[in-house]
């Protein structure tokens, strides 16, 4: 069966520090990964999504980046945190080619606060 | 561009009684779906509803599909406590990837 990893679980960073969040997707080839953004007491966003290895979309302008180095890797960075990127970040997956009743697999997600 | 809107956002009930939360979305999606969260946890997929007229149902949960009025409801019947969460929404784009759309989330706390 397939498993979502994501980690830290909980981070806590000074402005203008970098960010490095990972997820790791096991049991699944060529998933379609993504990163989404909940804000505190609000609906998912969706940041970043990927098709394949080196393959990445942004969603909305940020001082953000993502990268997928393999298959089944996806990672979110930035160089220098704001205050505004706390949140709930979320990675998920999908298949690539998924039936039609196919739904995203969230991982557990890390509470981030920038201090 | 599609826009998903919840209500209500917030909603407080007794144990035992029914409500339903709805979900509007603004053009066509090609799915619709249902997810539950609690407080500092992931998602839970809920239910996937892909045709007009669609229902599903799981214990006191049920979803329903009318793609005509671009609207899904989620229904609770004789709630318990342990259905206290917030409810999300979400349609779906597939452009290259299958992008989900969310809606603001619906409080729902049940009270004994």
């Known amino acids: 069966s397939q498993t979502i990893h994501q980690w830290p679980a909980t981070l806590v960073q000074p402005v203008g520090s970098p960010l490095s969040l990972e997820c790791t997707v096991e049991g699944t080839s060529n998933p379609n990964l993504y990163w989404y953004r909940q804000a505190a007491g609000r609906g998912l966003q969706l940041l970043f999504y990927?098709?394949?290895?080196?393959?990445i979309s942004s969603e909305v302008p940020q001082n953000l980046s993502a990268s997928r180095p393999q298959d089944r890797q996806f990672i979110l960075s930035s160089k220098k945190l704001l205050l505004s990127d706390s949140g709930f970040y979320l990675c998920?997956?999908?298949?690539?080619?998924?039936?039609?009743?196919?739904?995203?697999?969230f991982g557990s997600g890390t509470q981030l606060s920038v201090l | 561009e599609l826009k998903v809107e919840q209500n209500p956002l917030f909603l407080s009930m007794q144990e035992g009684k029914n409500y339903t939360i709805y979900c509007n979305y603004s053009?066509?999606?090609?799915?619709l779906y249902w997810y539950r969260q609690d407080p500092g946890k992931s998602l839970e997929s809920l239910f996937v509803l892909l045709s007009n007229g669609a229902v599903k149902q799981e214990g006191r949960l049920m979803a329903s599909l009318d793609t005509k009025a671009r609207l899904s409801t989620l229904h609770i019947t004789a709630a318990v406590h342990d259905l206290s969460a917030t409810y999300f929404c979400?349609?779906?784009?597939?452009?290259?990837?299958?992008?989900?759309?969310f809606g603001q989330g619906t409080r729902l706390t049940i009270n004994p």
């Open positions: 990927s098709v394949g290895i080196g393959q």
């Open positions: 979400a349609g779906d784009i597939i452009q290259g990837a299958q992008k989900l759309v």
């Open positions: 053009t066509t999606s090609d799915r």
């Open positions: 998920a997956w999908s298949p690539l080619n998924g039936a039609t009743n196919e739904k995203l697999f």
